[in-house]
């Protein structure tokens, strides 16, 4: 009986809370804020892509006028930069209206906590340190977009410089983000002439003077048909490597982005002629490619 009893009263009072809610009022708020959701979600797809098209017009006149200079690399790094400032604010925009529409306030959270307080309570300090960092990379111009480098392990050419991380594609064309707190050296092989060191191994035994003639009869023969070759080639000679092999090493100075073509090319020219010559050479003759200074 007394269950009987506590299951009415029970029942009684969902009823009661039941009626107690305005229904009607509360599928209006939670149509309103659905509705509020999807008109910031579509404002923010067309100010994203209204954004673009403008920023990408822009930097297309300049790119175009500046066509094949320095400065054309300049204006793609900026390009990469004002569309990744673009996304963040966008983002930004868009969550701080989504969580004020749900009722979160975001205002009064960051006008208690502080702004700094807030910033690293949620673990920013490494966001900071990457836009500061890019700051400097932006302002002291170690790297611009289409320029080969070298960072830490990476090597690879560079794709886009953000507030917030650095993009580089391998050679095996791995697309690499390299957080900018994380830079430390750069090394840029876009800048200066490069230096393309062939190493011809030989033997002990191997009559060096008639190699090294050979090697500069080559060298009078095809430095003319390449233009991007910068002075004489260097026979340096004679060099003992730290693994105990001996070489011949011959340095040529070229344009950048031209080294890796002058170097195979005439270690094949070289390889070529001491073979018709019949000397016998080790195997695995080596390249080497260096940054030769302006």
Same mark, same amino acid.
């Given at each position: ?96 209206? &989504? ?113 090294? $003639?050979? &090697? ?7 430095? =003319? ?9 260097? &026979? ?24 890796? $073509? ?19 050479? =080790? ?12």
């Amino acid at each position: 009986m007394i269950n009987n009893l506590n299951l009415i009263t029970l029942g009684i009072n969902w009823q009661k809370y039941f009626h107690m809610v305005d229904w009607d009022r509360l599928a209006m708020t939670i149509l309103e804020k659905v509705v509020l959701l999807i008109l910031f979600t579509i404002l923010f797809l067309v100010f994203k892509r209204i954004g673009k098209g403008v920023i990408n017009h822009f930097f297309k006149r300049y790119r175009m006028k500046y066509q094949n200079t320095v400065a054309e690399k300049r204006i793609k790094t900026f390009h990469t930069l004002t569309i990744n400032i673009l996304n963040y604010c966008l983002w930004f925009f868009w969550i701080y209206s &989504i969580l004020s529409t749900i009722g979160v306030p975001v205002g009064t959270l960051v006008a208690s906590a502080g702004i700094f307080s807030l910033a690293i309570g949620l673990g920013a300090q490494g966001f900071v340190t990457d836009i500061v960092s890019g700051f400097f990379i932006l302002l002291e111009k170690e790297i611009e977009v289409g320029e080969y480098v070298q960072i830490g392990t990476i090597k690879g050419t560079v794709t886009a410089v953000g507030i917030r991380t650095t993009q580089v594609v391998g050679d095996d064309g791995t697309l690499n983000f390299i957080p900018n707190r994380t830079i430390t050296t750069i090394a840029n092989m876009s800048r200066n002439n490069m230096t393309a060191m062939i190493q011809v191994g030989i033997f002990p035994q191997t009559p060096v003077e008639k190699v090294t $003639e050979i &090697i500069r009869k080559v060298n009078d023969k095809e430095v =003319p048909n390449y233009p991007d070759i910068v002075g004489k080639p260097k &026979i340096l000679g004679t060099i003992s490597l730290p693994n105990g092999k001996l070489v011949i090493q011959v340095n040529i100075t070229t344009k950048n982005g031209s080294q890796y $073509e002058v170097s195979h090319n005439f270690l094949a020219f070289y390889l070529a002629e001491i073979n018709r010559a019949g000397i016998e050479l =080790p195997s695995s003759p080596t390249l080497v490619s260096g940054q030769a200074h302006s």
